[in-house]
C-alpha cells in the first residue's frame, strides 16, 4: 500500500466539542481504484477533493453503495472497532446487488487500519467521543451509458463526532403513502439512491413536526418495518419486538446487537411482522411500553409518539430498557465490560 502522509495536520483548528455530525474530517483518506477487471493497490493520502469526468456514471446511474461503522478510544488510549467484519460482509452484499465488484477483505482491514492509526489523535476517548468511518464505493467509468460501469472508486473517510443528542422530543410518522423498499429492491443494501429517495417524504414530514417517518410495508402500509435510518424495536408487554430483516429491511449490526443483549438479560425477544394495527391496540390496551430505533450513528434512540391517520400515540416517557441496552452496549464498544460476544476488534 502506498502511502502519503499529510505535511501540516489540521487537528488542532478543530472545535472537538461541537461537533456536527459528519461534518468535520480525518487528515488522511483511502483510495483504491476498480479498472481492467481488478482492484488496484489501495492508496492513503491526505484528504482532499476529487476530480471526476462530468459524464462519471454514478452522477447519471447512481451505482454507489456506503457503510457506515465506528471506531472507539478506552481510557489506556487501545482503539477497538465494533464487529467490523460485519460492516465488511454487507459492504459486499451490497456491492453484488448494485453490480458493483466486491472488495477484498484485506485490503478493506489492512487499509482501515493503516488509516485509523495514521489518525488515531482524532479519536478521543470517552464514551461521548468516537470516529465514525464511511466506506464507500462508486462507479467512476466516464460514460453515460445505462449500465454497470468498469471503472470504480472505493474510499474511506473518518469523522471525528461526538454522541448523538437531540435535545428534544423524537416523535415519528407511520407511513402511509411512500415507501422506502420494495419486495426484491435494493432495501437491504445501502445503496445510495435508498437515502436520496427517502428526502422528499422526510421533509414533508419534518414540515408537519415530525422527525422522522417509520416506514410500513410498501403494499399494504399496514407492517412496520424501519425508522428513518434505523431498526426498530417496540416493547409491548415483557416482550421486545421487531421486524424480521428481508429483502425490504437492512440487516442492522446494531440491531443483531441489541438482539444478543436483550435475549442475555433475561428479555424475551421475537422477529416478526408487527402489524400498526397491533401497537396501536397495545397502545390502547396500556402494553406498549418503549419503542426505539437502532443504528451506528444513534446507537439506541428512544421515540416519545408515534402518529397514524391523524391520531397521534404517546409513549410512556420511562425509557429504561433503551438506556440499559445502549448503555451495556456502549460499554462493550469501550472496554468498559467484559466482551462476551466477542464483539470488539484491537486496532493495532
Ligand atoms: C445503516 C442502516 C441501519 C442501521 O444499521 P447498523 O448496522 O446498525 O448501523 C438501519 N436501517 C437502514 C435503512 C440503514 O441504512
Redesign the pocket.
Known amino acids: 500500500m502506498n502511502i502519503n502522509e499529510i505535511q501540516n495536520s489540521k487537528i488542532n483548528y478543530i472545535d472537538f466539542d461541537n461537533l456536527d455530525f459528519g461534518q468535520t474530517f480525518t487528515d488522511h483518506m483511502l483510495v483504491c481504484h476498480y479498472r481492467e477487471g481488478n482492484w488496484q493497490i489501495p492508496e492513503i493520502s491526505p484528504y482532499k477533493p476529487l476530480t471526476l469526468d462530468p459524464s462519471a456514471s454514478v452522477l447519471h446511474y447512481g451505482q454507489a453503495i456506503f457503510e ?2 465506528k471506531a472507539f478510544k478506552d481510557n489506556n488510549g487501545q482503539i477497538w472497532l465494533f464487529r467490523p467484519e ?2 465488511f460482509k ?1 459492504f459486499n452484499l451490497s456491492a453484488k446487488r448494485l453490480q458493483i465488484p466486491e472488495f477484498p477483505e484485506s485490503y478493506f482491514f489492512e487499509g482501515l487500519n493503516k488509516l485509523l492509526y495514521l489518525d488515531k489523535e482524532w479519536i478521543k476517548p470517552g464514551q461521548e467521543n468516537s470516529l465514525y468511518i464511511r466506506p464507500f464505493v462508486f462507479a467512476s467509468q466516464a460514460s453515460v451509458q445505462a449500465s454497470a460501469a468498469n471503472e470504480y472508486i472505493f474510499m474511506i473517510i473518518c469523522a471525528p463526532v461526538k454522541s448523538y443528542y437531540t435535545g428534544g422530543e423524537i416523535n415519528v410518522l407511520i407511513a402511509e403513502k411512500y415507501s ?1 423498499a420494495a419486495n426484491g429492491g435494493v ?1 437491504f443494501a ?1 445503496a445510495a439512491g ?2 436520496a429517495a427517502q428526502f422528499y417524504p422526510t421533509s414533508q414530514a419534518l414540515k408537519k413536526g415530525f422527525q422522522q417517518i417509520i416506514w410500513t410495508d410498501a403494499d399494504t402500509h399496514q407492517y412496520l418495518e ?1 425508522s ?4 426498530i424495536f417496540f416493547k409491548i408487554k415483557d416482550t421486545l419486538v421487531t421486524a424480521p430483516t428481508n429483502d425490504r ?7 443483531k446487537s441489541i438482539i444478543d443483549l436483550a435475549k442475555r438479560k433475561g428479555i424475551k425477544v421475537e422477529e416478526r411482522p408487527i402489524k400498526v394495527e397491533e401497537i396501536k391496540l397495545a397502545h390502547q390496551e396500556g402494553t406498549l411500553g418503549e419503542v426505539f430505533g ?4 444513534v446507537i439506541v434512540l428512544p421515540i416519545n409518539s408515534f402518529s397514524h391517520q391523524n391520531k397521534t400515540y404517546k409513549l410512556p416517557s420511562k425509557t429504561t430498557l433503551a438506556e440499559s441496552l445502549k448503555k451495556s452496549l456502549m460499554d462493550i464498544q469501550y472496554n468498559e465490560s467484559d466482551d462476551y460476544f466477542n464483539w470488539r476488534k484491537a486496532v493495532v
Open positions: 457506515g461503522m460485519e460492516n454487507r422506502r432495501g445501502k435508498n437515502y424501519e428513518g435510518t434505523m431498526n429491511i437492512l440487516d442492522g449490526v446494531t440491531r437502532t443504528g451506528t450513528a
